[in-house]
C-alpha cells in the first residue's frame, strides 16, 4: 500500500509539471497577445494606441522575452512565490480574483456530488433490486427527465419558484446584504438557503446518469454466485444488497470523484452565468476572450492541479475498498 | 439407516419469463436419511440446481416455487415445510447455514472479490452463534485448519483472488461447516477443479461427513463421482426424477432407459470398445417439453400406445423409476445391464 501511494504520488508529480507546460502553450497559442486585443478594444471607441505606447507596455508586462524564459518566469513565481501575476485586463494580481471563486467552485462541487450520491445510489440500488416494478419505471421516466432537460432551464424554473413561491433572493450564493458581511451563523443559513438551487441544477442530470449505471451494475452483480452465498448463510436481505453486491457496484463512481470538478468549471458556464454564480467557469471564459493570459493560465493550472489531487484521492479510496486494485 | 432428515415431495419450480414458462422442476421427490449422502445427477438444465435452491427457498424471481412439500426434519416431531416458509423472514434465514449449508460450482465467485475471508467466515458464525469477535475468529482458524490449509491465521486476512481454485473450495466448506450443519447440499462442488484437486476435495468431503455426521445433498453431472460420494442416487431428466435406488443398483441394475443410456455413454476400463455410445437426439428445448414421457423422443424402448403417461414404479425393493415399460425389459437380478 505504501508502494502504491508513492507511486501514485511521482505520477502526479509528474502530471503536474506537463500540465502546466501544456497550460502555459495553449495561452499562447491564439495570434497576437493580450495588447493586441487590447489595442482592438480601444481602436473600436476611436481611441489609438502608439506604437511607442504599445512596445512600452509590451516590455512592462514582459510580453516580448522568449517563449522559455517567461514559461520558467511564470512557473517560477508560482512555484517560490505562489504569485500567480498580475491580471492584465483587470489590473490587480490573479490571486485577489481567484482564490474565493475557486472555493465557492470546490463548495458548489462537493455540495453536489453529496447530493448526487445521496439520492442517486438508493434509488439505482432500488431499481435494480426490484427491476421492472413500478417503482423501478417511475425512477426510470424521471431519471431520463432529469437527462433530457437542459440544466439553464432548470435553473431559470427553479428561480422562478424559489422567488414566486418563497419570495426568496435568487441567484448568487447571498443575499446582497450578506454578500461582503464576515462569516456567522447568518451568513453560513444565508448560504445554504442559496446553495440548494445550483446542487439540484447541476447536480439533476448527474442524479439521473447515476441512477442508470447504478442499476445496470447493480444487476451485474446481484446475480453473482457470492451474492448467493451471502444468502445461503442467512443474512437478511437488505443486509446483504447493502453489504455484497453494492460495495462492488460502487467503485466505478469512486473512479470519477476526480473528473467532476473540471466538469463543473467547464461544464457549467451557462448555469454559472444564469445562476450568478460567483464560480471560476464565467471568469475563465472571460479571460480566455481577452487573451487575459496570466489569469487563464493561472485557473487552467489550479482546476488541472484539483483534477490530479481528485484522482489521486479516488485513486486511494478505491485501493482501499477494492483489494484487487493494490495488488497491480 | 438413519432418520429421515428431509422429505421432498412432488416439487414444482418454475420460471415465469416473457419468452414463457420454464418448468424447471415438475414433480420431484427425494429422501435424505440423516448421516447419508444423496447423489443428484443429471445433465445441465435439468433442474438439480434450482431443486438444491428450493430445499433453502432461495429461488430468485422470476422464478417460483409452485406446488409440493419440503418437509425438514430438524425436529423429528415437527417437520418444518420449507416450502411454505417466508423466503425472506426469520425462520428460513435461520435453518439457513445453521442447519442446511450450501457449497457452489464456482469457489472463485462464490465468494467475495472485497472482503477477506476472515471477515465472511466470522459473519457466518456470528449471524447464528452469540460468540465474539475473538471466538468466532478461533473457531475460524480451527476449520480452516481442519480442511487442509496451512497459515490459518494469514489466510483470515487474504482476499479470493490470492488463493487458488482448490483452496477457495476448501475455504468454502471450512464456512459451510461453522455452523456445524446436520445437510451440507453441494452443488458441483468439484466440477471448476482439475482431477487431482478434484479427488483431494472429494477426499476431505467424506471425512468431514464422519467426523461432523452430517448428510450430503450432492449434485453433478458426472457419474464417476457419484460412484465415489452417494449412498443413493437420484437421475434426473427435464425436471423430473426418473431413477431412484442406492448407488449399487443404480451402476450395476439400472431400470430407467436414460440411466441405462446415461452408463453406456461413460468409458469403462474393463470393457474394450470401438466407440463411445452416445444418447441419441438432443435434450430438448425447456419451453416445449415432450409430451407423455418426457425421454420418449431419445428412448429405444419407446412405444406410442404405452408410454403416454409413466408413473413411478417400484421395480425392485428401494428402487424406483418413471418407465412405463421398465418391468418389461428388466434385467434379471445379478445382470449387468451395461456389460
Same mark, same amino acid.
Given at each position: 500500500?505504501?508502494?502504491?501511494?508513492?507511486?501514485?504520488?511521482?505520477?502526479?508529480?509528474?502530471?503536474?509539471?506537463?500540465?502546466?507546460?501544456?497550460?502555459?502553450?495553449?495561452?499562447?497559442?491564439?495570434?497576437?497577445?493580450?495588447?493586441?486585443?487590447?489595442?482592438?478594444?480601444?481602436?473600436?471607441?476611436?481611441?489609438?494606441?502608439?506604437?511607442?505606447?504599445?512596445?512600452?507596455?509590451?516590455?512592462?508586462?514582459?510580453?516580448?522575452?522568449?517563449?522559455?524564459?517567461?514559461?520558467?518566469?511564470?512557473?517560477?513565481?508560482?512555484?517560490?512565490?505562489?504569485?500567480?501575476?498580475? *491580471?492584465?485586463?483587470?489590473?490587480?494580481?490573479?490571486?485577489?480574483?481567484?482564490?474565493?471563486?475557486?472555493?465557492?467552485?470546490?463548495?458548489?462541487?462537493?455540495?453536489?456530488?453529496?447530493?448526487?450520491?445521496?439520492?442517486?445510489?438508493?434509488?439505482?440500488?432500488?431499481?435494480? @433490486?426490484?427491476?421492472? *416494478?413500478?417503482?423501478?419505471?417511475?425512477?426510470?421516466?424521471?431519471?431520463?427527465?432529469?437527462?433530457?432537460?437542459?440544466?439553464?432551464?432548470?435553473?431559470?424554473?427553479?428561480?422562478?419558484?424559489?422567488?414566486?413561491?418563497?419570495?426568496?433572493?435568487?441567484?448568487?450564493?447571498?443575499?446582497?446584504?450578506?454578500?461582503?458581511?464576515?462569516?456567522?451563523?447568518?451568513?453560513?443559513?444565508?448560504?445554504?438557503?442559496?446553495?440548494?438551487?445550483?446542487?439540484?441544477?447541476?447536480? @439533476?442530470?448527474?442524479?439521473?446518469?447515476?441512477?442508470?449505471?447504478?442499476?445496470?451494475?447493480?444487476?451485474?452483480?446481484?446475480?453473482?454466485?457470492?451474492?448467493?452465498?451471502?444468502?445461503?448463510?442467512?443474512?437478511?436481505?437488505?443486509?446483504?444488497?447493502?453489504?455484497?453486491?453494492?460495495?462492488?457496484?460502487?467503485?466505478?463512481?469512486?473512479?470519477?470523484?476526480?473528473?467532476?470538478?473540471?466538469?463543473?468549471?467547464?461544464?457549467?458556464?451557462?448555469?454559472?452565468?444564469?445562476?450568478?454564480?460567483?464560480?471560476?467557469?464565467?471568469?475563465?471564459?472571460?479571460?480566455?476572450? *481577452?487573451?487575459?493570459?496570466?489569469?487563464?493560465?493561472?485557473?487552467?493550472?489550479?482546476?488541472?492541479?484539483?483534477?490530479?489531487?481528485?484522482?489521486?484521492?479516488?485513486?486511494?479510496?478505491?485501493?482501499?475498498?477494492?483489494?484487487?486494485?493494490?495488488?497491480? | !439407516?438413519?432418520?429421515?432428515?428431509?422429505?421432498?415431495?412432488?416439487? +414444482?419450480?418454475?420460471?415465469?419469463?416473457?419468452?414463457?414458462?420454464?418448468?424447471?422442476?415438475?414433480?420431484?421427490?427425494?429422501?435424505?436419511?440423516?448421516?447419508?449422502?444423496?447423489?443428484?445427477?443429471?445433465?445441465?438444465?435439468?433442474?438439480?440446481?434450482?431443486?438444491?435452491?428450493?430445499?433453502?427457498?432461495?429461488?430468485?424471481?422470476?422464478?417460483?416455487?409452485?406446488?409440493?412439500?419440503?418437509?425438514?426434519?430438524?425436529?423429528?416431531?415437527?417437520?418444518?415445510?420449507?416450502?411454505?416458509?417466508?423466503?425472506?423472514?426469520?425462520?428460513?434465514?435461520?435453518?439457513?447455514?445453521?442447519?442446511?449449508?450450501?457449497?457452489?460450482?464456482?469457489?472463485?465467485?462464490?465468494?467475495?472479490?472485497?472482503?477477506?475471508?476472515?471477515?465472511?467466515?466470522?459473519?457466518?458464525?456470528? $449471524?447464528?452463534?452469540?460468540?465474539?469477535?475473538?471466538?468466532?475468529?478461533?473457531?475460524?482458524?480451527?476449520?480452516?485448519?481442519?480442511?487442509?490449509?496451512?497459515?490459518?491465521?494469514?489466510?483470515?486476512?487474504?482476499?479470493?483472488?490470492?488463493?487458488?481454485?482448490?483452496?477457495?473450495?476448501?475455504?468454502?466448506?471450512?464456512?459451510?461447516?461453522?455452523?456445524?450443519?446436520?445437510?451440507?447440499?453441494?452443488?458441483?462442488?468439484?466440477?471448476?477443479?482439475?482431477?487431482?484437486?478434484?479427488?483431494?476435495?472429494?477426499?476431505?468431503?467424506?471425512?468431514?461427513?464422519?467426523?461432523?455426521?452430517?448428510?450430503?445433498?450432492?449434485?453433478?453431472?458426472?457419474?464417476?463421482?457419484?460412484?465415489? !460420494?452417494?449412498?443413493?442416487?437420484?437421475?434426473?431428466?427435464?425436471?423430473?426424477?426418473?431413477?431412484?435406488?442406492?448407488?449399487?443398483?443404480?451402476? +450395476?441394475?439400472?431400470?430407467?432407459?436414460?440411466?441405462?443410456?446415461? $452408463?453406456?455413454?461413460?468409458?469403462?476400463?474393463?470393457?474394450?470398445?470401438?466407440?463411445?455410445?452416445?444418447?441419441?437426439?438432443?435434450?430438448?428445448?425447456?419451453?416445449?417439453?415432450?409430451?407423455?414421457?418426457?425421454? +420418449?423422443?431419445?428412448?429405444?424402448?419407446? $412405444?406410442?400406445?404405452?408410454?403416454?403417461?409413466?408413473? $413411478?414404479?417400484?421395480?425392485?425393493?428401494?428402487?424406483?423409476?418413471?418407465?412405463?415399460?421398465?418391468?418389461?425389459?428388466?434385467?434379471?437380478?445379478?445382470?449387468?445391464?451395461?456389460?
Amino acid at each position: 500500500m505504501f508502494r502504491f501511494i508513492v507511486r501514485r504520488i511521482l505520477t502526479a508529480a509528474l502530471t503536474m509539471v506537463a500540465i502546466s507546460v501544456v497550460a502555459f502553450l495553449i495561452i499562447e497559442l491564439p495570434p497576437g497577445d493580450y495588447l493586441t486585443s487590447y489595442a482592438a478594444t480601444l481602436a473600436e471607441q476611436g481611441d489609438i494606441l502608439s506604437e511607442e505606447r504599445l512596445e512600452q507596455m509590451r516590455v512592462s508586462f514582459g510580453l516580448g522575452e522568449p517563449l522559455p524564459t517567461r514559461y520558467f518566469k511564470w512557473v517560477g513565481n508560482i512555484v517560490l512565490r505562489g504569485n500567480f501575476g498580475r *491580471s492584465l485586463e483587470w489590473r490587480i494580481p490573479v490571486n485577489q480574483i481567484i482564490w474565493h471563486r475557486i472555493g465557492y467552485t470546490v463548495l458548489i462541487n462537493i455540495s453536489t456530488i453529496l447530493f448526487v450520491w445521496t439520492v442517486a445510489i438508493p434509488i439505482g440500488v432500488y431499481s435494480a @433490486t426490484r427491476q421492472y *416494478s413500478p417503482g423501478d419505471y417511475i425512477a426510470t421516466f424521471f431519471g431520463f427527465l432529469g437527462l433530457a432537460i437542459p440544466n439553464f432551464m432548470l435553473a431559470l424554473v427553479l428561480m422562478w419558484i424559489g422567488f414566486s413561491v418563497f419570495g426568496q433572493h435568487v441567484g448568487g450564493l447571498f443575499s446582497p446584504e450578506y454578500r461582503d458581511a464576515p462569516w456567522d451563523l447568518n451568513k453560513f443559513i444565508d448560504l445554504l438557503s442559496h446553495l440548494w438551487i445550483p446542487m439540484v441544477v447541476v447536480g @439533476t442530470a448527474g442524479t439521473a446518469g447515476l441512477i442508470r449505471t447504478m442499476r445496470a451494475n447493480m444487476l451485474d452483480e446481484i446475480t453473482q454466485p457470492y451474492v448467493e452465498t451471502a444468502r445461503a448463510k442467512g443474512l437478511a436481505e437488505w443486509r446483504l444488497i447493502w453489504k455484497y453486491p453494492v460495495r462492488v457496484a460502487l467503485n466505478p463512481f469512486i473512479s470519477t470523484i476526480g473528473y467532476a470538478l473540471p466538469e463543473l468549471v467547464g461544464g457549467v458556464v451557462i448555469v454559472a452565468v444564469v445562476l450568478n454564480l460567483p464560480t471560476i467557469g464565467p471568469i475563465l471564459l472571460r479571460s480566455l476572450l *481577452s487573451q487575459d493570459m496570466f489569469l487563464a493560465g493561472a485557473i487552467i493550472l489550479i482546476v488541472s492541479v484539483l483534477t490530479i489531487i481528485g484522482t489521486f484521492i479516488s485513486d486511494i479510496m478505491l485501493a482501499l475498498i477494492d483489494p484487487r486494485i493494490r495488488l497491480e | !439407516m438413519g432418520d429421515t432428515l428431509l422429505e421432498v415431495r412432488d416439487l +414444482h419450480v418454475s420460471f415465469y419469463l416473457t419468452e414463457g414458462i420454464v418448468r424447471a422442476v415438475s414433480g420431484v421427490n427425494l429422501t435424505l436419511q440423516a448421516g447419508r449422502t444423496l447423489g443428484v445427477v443429471g445433465e445441465s438444465g435439468c433442474g438439480k440446481s434450482v431443486t438444491a435452491r428450493a430445499i433453502l427457498n432461495m429461488v430468485q424471481r422470476p422464478g417460483r416455487i409452485d406446488q409440493g412439500e419440503i418437509l425438514w426434519y430438524g425436529d423429528p416431531d415437527y417437520p418444518v415445510d420449507i416450502a411454505q416458509l417466508d423466503s425472506r423472514g426469520p425462520d428460513i434465514r435461520n435453518l439457513r447455514w445453521g442447519e442446511i449449508a450450501m457449497i457452489f460450482q464456482e469457489p472463485m465467485t462464490s465468494l467475495s472479490p472485497v472482503h477477506s475471508i476472515g471477515n465472511q467466515m466470522i459473519e457466518a458464525i456470528r $449471524l447464528h452463534h452469540n460468540a465474539t469477535d475473538a471466538e468466532a475468529t478461533q473457531q475460524s482458524v480451527e476449520l480452516l485448519n481442519r480442511v487442509g490449509l496451512s497459515q490459518p491465521e494469514r489466510l483470515l486476512g487474504a482476499y479470493r483472488h490470492e488463493l487458488s481454485g482448490g483452496m477457495r473450495q476448501r475455504v468454502m466448506i471450512a464456512m459451510a461447516l461453522t455452523c456445524s450443519p446436520r445437510l451440507l447440499i453441494a452443488d458441483e462442488p468439484t466440477t471448476a477443479l482439475d482431477v487431482t484437486t478434484q479427488s483431494q476435495i472429494l477426499d476431505l468431503m467424506r471425512d468431514l461427513q464422519d467426523e461432523f455426521g452430517m448428510a450430503i445433498l450432492f449434485i453433478t453431472h458426472d457419474l464417476g463421482v457419484i460412484a465415489e !460420494m452417494a449412498d443413493d442416487v437420484a437421475v434426473m431428466y427435464l425436471g423430473k426424477e426418473v431413477e431412484i435406488a442406492d448407488v449399487d443398483t443404480i451402476f +450395476h441394475q439400472a431400470a430407467h432407459p436414460y440411466t441405462q443410456a446415461l $452408463l453406456r455413454s461413460i468409458p469403462r476400463h474393463d470393457v474394450v470398445t470401438e466407440r463411445l455410445e452416445s444418447i441419441v437426439g438432443n435434450v430438448p428445448d425447456p419451453y416445449n417439453i415432450p409430451s407423455g414421457c418426457a425421454f +420418449h423422443p431419445r428412448c429405444h424402448h419407446y $412405444l406410442p400406445e404405452e408410454c403416454a403417461d409413466p408413473e $413411478l414404479v417400484e421395480v425392485r425393493p428401494g428402487q424406483w423409476a418413471l418407465c412405463a415399460r421398465t418391468p418389461e425389459f428388466l434385467p434379471a437380478s445379478g445382470e449387468r445391464t451395461n456389460a
